[in-house]
Structure formats: C-alpha cells, structure tokens
C-alpha cells in the first residue's frame, strides 16, 4: 500500500469542498511502503505462545507508536496544491497520525516564499491548528501555490499497518517492546515478569539507538532537495 500520491483530498472551506492535490515524496528512491502488523506475529507468539492473535497485534502497534513518538523516525513530507478562495486546508494520514509539525512553508504561486519551523507558533502568512489543519491569513488569489509541510509521523491507535521500514530496520524492537508488556499478563501460563524486565529493557535500548540514528539524520522519510540546517542529504 502506498501513502497517497496521486490520491485526491479535499480541503474545507466556508462550508465548501475543493479538490486539492495531495501527494508525498520518495524515500530513499522509493515510495513510502506499509506492512501488515500480522507479519511480525509470529516472532511475538514464539515467546508468548498462547496469546490471542488480537491482544499480540494490539501490543505491537503500541511498541511502533513508542517508537515512533519517542525517536521522530517517521519524517514525513507532503505538498498541497492551493487553491482559489480557499483558506482552510486538512492534513489527511490515513494508517497514519501527526505527532508534531516540523515546518510549514507557503508558496503563493509568484515565487514568494513564507516559512516556518517547528515550534510552530503564529506564521507570517498561515497558522496552524493541531493536530492536522492549516488556515492560511488570506484565501489565495490564483491557483497554482503550494503548502509544503514537514512533520513527524506515528501509526494511529487503530491501524493494521505501519511503515514497512520500521519492520525492516527495527524488527527486534518492535517484538521486544510487545513482549515487555504482553509477558506481565499474569492470567497466562507463559507470563514472565523476569522475561518482561529484560524486553523493556531492550525495547529502551533500541529506541536509545534509533534516536541516535535520527541524530545522525538517517530517516525513513523523504530528503530535502535544497540541504541546509534543517536538511541534509544522506
């Protein structure tokens, strides 16, 4: 499943919809890719034999939204097309949730730019209200601007799928953060409380590593096209 390019999203505005062209960039020389949770469950259930296939899946979506919440791995990087007359424009995720906004920057479709970074506060130009809208301070006059935003994504409490690279590159956290909670169920034959400590205390390690990773500004999301000290190439 890809992350939206090409689909269409339609922004709000006085009680009115238009079209908006929606799409994201490529990562690492490709679109962003989704998995199905289903796939790590036999790591888990080797462990936890027994465990209902519900409450594995349930344990492993929290482990990717730790992850993801605490290391801001998942940089995302999206570009709607302005419109004539409207204001209000809806950031639409799907599998996916906004956890913070890193930059916002207006392109009024003659080449004049507005920017900016995170902390995101009043911008010259447009405002942005948590967690997915952006109004800007006067409707658009012609087509053809652009918003672009950055921001910090993390699966959504209720999805059956998360970013294929987070099952790539951090298979063994994913299966020990769910293990540290899934082995203190005391109404299972296979609960640990022993077995649980030594998970979380991997799954505190790996997040410690991947935050370094961040650091260092390896991403699974998209590069800039212009690096500066907000962007870099890899």
Known sequence: MGCGCGQSIRPKCNNESAPADFCCFRNDERDVEFIDIAEILPRVTLVAEGVPDSIAIEYIRQA?????RESRLLERTIKITLQ???????????????????SVELRDGCCKRKKCFE?????????????????LDEPPKVDGGTLEIVYY????QDTCEIDK????????VLVHGALASILLMTKYDFADQTMALMYEKKFNQGISSIKIDVAR??????????????????
């Not at 007359?85 to 996916?96: A, C, K």
């Open 64 to 68: 990717a939204y730790t992850i993801a």
């Open 84 to 102: 004539t007359g409207v204001t209000d424009y809806y950031l639409e995720q799907g599998s996916e949730q906004i956890l913070n906004v890193k």
């Open 119 to 135: 902390p995101l506060r009043i911008c010259d130009g447009f405002r942005f209200f948590p967690p997915d809208k952006i109004v």
């Open 153 to 156: 994504a993390a699966p959504t």
């Open 165 to 172: 690279l987070l099952y790539d590159r951090h298979h063994d």
């Open 217 to 234: 500004d390896f991403r699974t999301g998209p590069q800039s096209e212009h690096p500066s000290k907000y962007w870099r190439k890899i």
